[in-house]
């Protein structure tokens, strides 16, 4: 019987994490660290969490950020609300109505992104350039890839 008690308690701590290797667990800790004017407790409260510990368990990656908290969550942060839904997005694998809204909908493009096809759009002349093997090289040698 104890042994079966332990052999459990393995198991679920081996799995009580299952969301700790998303993108978005790596960026709350990231920028909960940057964020210097505001508490975790503040950023959870401010997202409309009754808990504060539900931010710990999802910076911990024992649970995902609900999506209709992504906004709330964004604001807090102080982060583009786009990325923040995609990043929860991503951790939604296997959930339905996640994968409906990215085939739909496409994914969630950030403010940041939005101004990267603008000037796409000015230098190319409004024409929908093909990206071509020289175009991509020179992107990814702009990001140092």
Same mark, same amino acid.
């Given at each position: 019987?104890?042994?079966?008690?332990?052999?459990?308690?393995?198991?679920?701590?081996?799995?009580?994490?299952?969301?700790?290797?998303?993108? %978005?667990? &790596?960026? !709350? $800790?990231?920028?909960?660290?940057?964020?210097?004017?505001?508490?975790?407790? *503040?950023?959870?409260?401010? =997202?409309?969490?009754?808990?504060?510990?539900?931010?710990?368990?999802?910076?911990?990656?024992?649970?995902?950020?609900?999506?209709?908290?992504?906004?709330? %969550?964004? &604001?807090? !942060? $102080?982060?583009?609300?786009?990325?923040?839904?995609?990043?929860?997005?991503? *951790?939604?694998?296997?959930? =339905?109505?996640?994968?409906?809204?990215?085939?739909?909908?496409?994914?969630?493009?950030?403010?940041?992104?939005?101004?990267?096809?603008?000037?796409?759009?000015?230098?190319?002349?409004?024409?929908?350039?093909?990206?071509?093997?020289?175009?991509?090289?020179?992107?990814?040698?702009?990001?140092?890839?």
């Amino acid at each position: 019987m104890q042994q079966d008690l332990q052999d459990f308690m393995e198991i679920y701590r081996m799995s009580g994490k299952p969301y700790s290797d998303t993108r %978005l667990v &790596k960026y !709350l $800790e990231k920028r909960i660290l940057e964020m210097r004017s505001k508490t975790q407790t *503040q950023i959870a409260i401010q =997202t409309g969490f009754a808990n504060p510990n539900v931010l710990t368990m999802i910076k911990r990656g024992a649970t995902k950020l609900p999506l209709d908290r992504a906004p709330a %969550l964004a &604001k807090a !942060l $102080e982060a583009d609300e786009a990325y923040v839904l995609r990043l929860a997005l991503e *951790q939604t694998v296997g959930d =339905t109505a996640a994968k409906a809204i990215i085939d739909i909908l496409g994914s969630p493009i950030s403010e940041n992104e939005r101004v990267w096809i603008e000037e796409i759009r000015e230098a190319s002349g409004h024409v929908d350039p093909r990206l071509t093997s020289r175009a991509r090289a020179a992107l990814r040698g702009i990001f140092g890839k």
